[in-house]
C-alpha cells in the first residue's frame, strides 16, 4: 500500500520526453501516446512536451505531480517569454511563416510543390538540388516562408513545445472531396495554434470540382466564407495548373499584413529558433533544420539545442547555398551539432557550454543508457527476478528488434495499427514503433527509420518527393498499403523472417567400416558396407563405436570400385574420405545426416 502511495506524487521536469514521462507513469510509451492523442497531442516518444501538459494528463490519471526543481539545469524558456523580453522599438517585420494542413490527398504536397517551382528563383540552372523541409517564396517584393512539411507534423512540433512556429496556415480542401474527417481535425489543431487560416480550394481544374458545395458545408461548421459575408477567406486554385496560386499568395501576403504587429522579430536581438527537421546523414552527421524566430544565427556561434550543443560550422538556405548569417523567418540547414536534436526543440546560444556539457553527461547516465523497458517503477523483488529472467535468456538467445517508422492518414487508422503490431509477439523478436505520426512520408521519417535500421511504413499516405528522392538515392524502402490486413501480414512477414529457425537433423544412413587404408592428421581414407539407408558425397558424418559417438566430420569423397560416385545404395561396399579427426578404426559406424533448417512461421 505504501508503495501505491509513494506511486501517487511524481516529479517531472519543466519539459520531458514522452519516453521519459511514459517511465515515470510506469505506462507503455505507446499507450501514452494514444492518450496524448486523445488530448490533441500527437508527439512521437522523443519529442518534448511542457510541465503543464504532463501534469494535466497525470491528474486525469489519478497521479499527481510535482515540478522537478533540478532540472532547471536545462534551461526552461519558451519563444514568447525571449520574444517578450525584447525591447518593442528594435522589434522589425519579418516575412510570414506558413504552413499547410489538410485531408489526406487534397493536394497539400502538390501545392507545396507547385508554390515552389513557380516561385522560387533558382539561381542557376540546375534549380534547387537541396531539398529541405521549409522554403522561402518572393510575392510582390516581399518574402514568404513555407514550412514543406505538409500535414500535421509541424504544427504537432509546434503545440508540444508550446512553441509558435507558423503565422499563418493554408488550409487545403479539395473541391471534388469536400471537407473530411482530417479537415475538421487541421481545423481543430489550427484553432489551438491561435493562427488564422486561409482555405485553399484546390483541384478546380477538375469537372467534379465544386467550390459552392465546400463553402457550404465550410459555413455548416460555423465558418461563413467571406463572399457569404463571413470571415474565412477562400481562394480556389489549381495545384496542377497552377491557377489561383498568385491570388493565394496575396492573400497570405493580406493576412500577413493584418497580423503585422504579430509577425515581428529583433534581427539583433537574442538568438531563437526551432528545429523543423533533425536526422543523421552517414556522411554529413546531425543535420537539422532549424526555423531563426529572433536574433541571427551565425556561422562560429556555439548553440544548443535541448540536450544537444555544437559550433555552426556549414550553414545553407533552402537552395543550399552557402550562409554566415541567417535572418528571422529564414530556414537554414546547419551542420555542426553533435548529436541529432529532437523536432520542435528550441535553439539558442549556448551561454554556459561547461555546465550544460556536465548535465548532459549526468541525464545520459539517468535516462538514455537504459532503455525504457530496463527502467520502470518496479518493487525489489521484481527487479530481482527480472535481473534474474534478464541473464537467463540472455545467455540462451538474443531478442531481434525489429523497428518500424509508422505514418497514416487519422488517428484512427493508427491506433488500429499499432494495436494490431502490438499483438505480433514472440520471444525472438520485439516489434517497436520508433515513431508514427499523421501525414505523409517525409525525409525525417526517412532518415529516422534509417537511424533506427527500421522499416518505414504508410497507411493511406504517400512519401513526399523529396522523401522518394532520400529513400532512392539510399536505398531504403518505403512501402506504403491502404488495407490494414496487408499491412499487418508485411509487417509479420519481416518479422517472421527473424524467427530463429529450427535446426531439423535427417538421419541418410550407415556404414560399417571393413577398412582403413590411410591416416592423415585431417582425413581418413576408409572403406565399408552401407548397412542402412544410404551414403552421401559432401554429408556430414558421426563416427560411433559400441554406440558412443567418438568423432564427428564430412564424407568428401566416395567411390565403388576406384570410381567416384555421389551416392551409395544400401547393401554396397564402397570407399571413402572422411575429414575430420582421423580416429575411425575397423568395425566402427559412420553415419551420414543433413540438417535442415525449417523457417517457422507465426501463427
Ligand atoms: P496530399 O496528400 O494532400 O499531400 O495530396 P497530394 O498533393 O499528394 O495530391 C493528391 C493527388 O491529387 C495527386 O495525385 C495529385 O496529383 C492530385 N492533385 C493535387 N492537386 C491537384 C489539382 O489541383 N488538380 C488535380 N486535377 N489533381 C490534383
Known sequence: MAEEEIKKTIEIPAKITVREFALKLNKPVTELIAILMENGILASQNELIDYETAAIISEDLGIKTKLKKEEQEFEAITPDEILKKEDKAKLKPRPPVVVVLGHVDHGKTQLLDTIRKTNVVAKEAGGITQHISAYQVEKNKKIITFIDTPGHEAFTAMRSRGTKIADIAVLVIAAD????????????????????FIVAINKIDKPEADIEKVKKQLADLGYLPEDWSGKTICTPVSAKTGQGINELLEMILLVADMEKDEIKANPEGELLGT????????????????????GSLKIGDTVEVGRVYGKIKTMKDFKG????????????????????????????????LSKLKKNIKKHRLDYHLKTPTQIKFKTKKQDEEEKEEEKKSAKTKKVKPL?????????GSLEAISEALNQIKHEDFKIEIVHRGLGNITEADVGRAEAAHGLLYGFNVKPTSSAENV?????????????????VDEVTKEAELLLNPEILVETLGRVKILAVFRNEKT?????GKVT??????????????EKQKVASGRITQLQINKKNVKEVAEGLECGMKFEGEPVVQVNDFVEVYQEKKIFKKLS
Open 177 to 196: 472531396d469536400g471537407v473530411k474527417p482530417q479537415t475538421k481535425e487541421a481545423i481543430k489543431i489550427i484553432k489551438a495554434g491561435g493562427i488564422p
Open 275 to 294: 528545429i523543423i527537421e533533425s536526422r543523421v546523414d552517414p556522411q554529413e552527421g546531425a543535420v537539422s533544420v532549424v526555423l531563426i524566430q529572433n
Open 321 to 352: 547555398e552557402l550562409l554566415r548569417q541567417a535572418m528571422p523567418a529564414q530556414p537554414v540547414k546547419i551542420l555542426g551539432l553533435k548529436d541529432s536534436p529532437v523536432v520542435g526543440e528550441i535553439l539558442r546560444i549556448a551561454k554556459n
Open 403 to 411: 523497428n518500424i517508422v509508422l505514418k497514416a492518414d487519422t488517428l
Open 471 to 487: 529513400a532512392k538515392g539510399e536505398e531504403f524502402q518505403i512501402k506504403t498499403f491502404n488495407i490494414i490486413y496487408n499491412l
Open 523 to 527: 582425413y581418413q581414407i576408409i572403406g
Open 532 to 545: 542402412k539407408g544410404k551414403i552421401v558425397s559432401g554429408a556430414k558424418a558421426k563416427v560411433f563405436r
